[in-house]
């Protein structure tokens, strides 16, 4: 479960926006992340101190398949991110580094910027507490709430080593 206040965008947020190429010359999360959104909105590392959730809408995630750009969303302090559709590898990368990710169309088109909502990934539940609405996107299959549950399929496989 997440709970937090929205930082929205529209769509076609590509991977060059979310970190930028300039700086993949570091593998460091935290600097990756000091980056993150900034040629999108230079405000973005000042507001997700506060504001958790992120929303887009189409096609986020878009552009190259570098897993630095979930990895510096995910290290900047965004817990979940939810937009009307993700890029393939977008999505399959931010599971593997225990991103979550929630693909719901109705809520990225209602969810305003400064909403407050909750998510429940069990159940795929999006709670809209500003407005007092609900959305149901698909929930988490368990062993993909497993692998965020890890922080990552790195962790998660670790952990069944350990067994």
């Known amino acids: 479960m997440v709970k937090g206040t929205v ?25 990756l992340a ?17 504001s958790k959730i992120m929303v887009a809408g189409k096609n986020f995630g878009c552009g190259s398949s570098r897993e630095h750009a979930p990895i510096a969303i995910k290290v900047a302090g965004t817990q979940c991110v939810i937009a009307e559709t993700f890029a393939r590898i977008f999505y399959r990368n931010s599971i593997n580094i225990g991103l979550p990710i929630m693909e719901c169309p109705e809520a990225a088109k209602d969810i305003e910027d400064g909403n407050e909502v909750e998510i429940n990934f069990s159940t795929g539940e999006i709670k809209n507490i500003t407005k007092g609405k609900s959305y149901q996107a698909a929930p988490f299959p368990e062993f993909m709430q497993e692998i965020i549950s890890a922080d ?12």
């Open 34 to 50: 000091s980056h993150c959104m900034e040629d999108l909105d230079a405000t973005y590392p000042e507001r997700v101190k506060t």
């Open 152 to 163: 990552g399929l790195i962790n998660y496989i670790k952990k069944g080593e350990n067994k």
């Open 7 to 31: 930082i929205k965008y529209g769509d076609n947020v590509d991977t060059d926006v979310i970190i930028p190429a300039r700086y993949l010359n570091t593998s460091d999360p935290v600097e």
